[in-house]
């Protein structure tokens, strides 16, 4: 498997999820009858529900579904995240949004140009990120009552470390996969997925500190 290759494909398709989420994002904020189907009662539990299924049953049998059946789950739960995404068009403004995109792929290239490159073994990192990871979703449940700023940014810092520490990981990763995978385009959607989730991930933590609310 020529590894070039899969990471040309990886990066490929996290650009086209990424693309697909914001598109599907903005063009929802921008359409009231779209925003009411989406929100009206409790649907956007329903789509959050579903981007859950999709991402744990994608991760799950990747290995043994068929290529294009990996691409258009991939698709599908792009879009289902776009619907939910739509939020952040409403909460800030576009130039923020915008501007903390840059720095969020600014960031990621570096963290991800790092992994690529690096001959640390940061499979020995993978466990405290995964403990970081869990300290983050206890603490921001436990805000969600307390409703502490200083302790929301608090927690959008020790997220944006724990996920530029994922993207490194995750980039790595794909070199340890690269055997365990015989088909190296469901290895590119798997390592999309990962990629595409650090991203996010980060950004929304980035527009939590650094974005300007759109009042």
């Known amino acids: ?19 697909l989420t914001f598109l599907t994002g903005y063009t929802v904020a921008n359409n009231l009858n779209m925003l009411l189907f989406v929100y009206e009662g ?19 049998r990747i290995q043994k579904m068929n290529p294009i059946t990996a691409k258009i789950c991939f698709v599908i739960y792009s879009i289902v995240t776009g ?10 403004k576009l130039g923020s949004i915008i501007y903390v995109f840059g720095i969020t792929a600014l960031l990621f290239g570096i963290f991800a140009l790092f992994g690529h490159f690096t ?18 979703i206890i603490c921001s449940i436990i805000n969600m009552f307390v409703g502490s700023e200083t302790f929301d940014i608090t927690i959008c810092i020790v997220g ?39 991203f996010i991930n980060l950004f929304l933590k980035l527009l939590r500190l650094f974005a300007k609310r759109d009042d």
Request: glycine residues 8%; without cysteine; hydrophobic residues 55%.
């Open 42 to 60: 409790s649907k956007w539990i329903i789509f959050s529900i579903i981007e859950i299924i999709l991402v744990i049953f994608l991760s799950a």
């Open 119 to 136: 001959k640390m073994d940061l499979g020995k990192i993978s466990t405290y990120l995964f403990m970081g990871l869990l300290g983050i």
């Open 83 to 92: 619907l939910t995404f739509s939020s952040i068009f409403l909460t800030y």
């Open 160 to 198: 944006v470390i724990i996920f530029l520490g994922y993207t490194a990981y995750d980039v790595k990763k794909i070199n340890y996969l690269s055997g365990a995978f015989e088909n190296e385009d469901n290895l590119a959607i798997y390592g999309a997925l990962e990629l595409y989730l650090d």
């Open 1 to 19: 498997m020529e590894l070039n290759r899969v990471y040309s494909k990886v990066f490929g398709w996290m650009f086209v999820g990424l693309l």
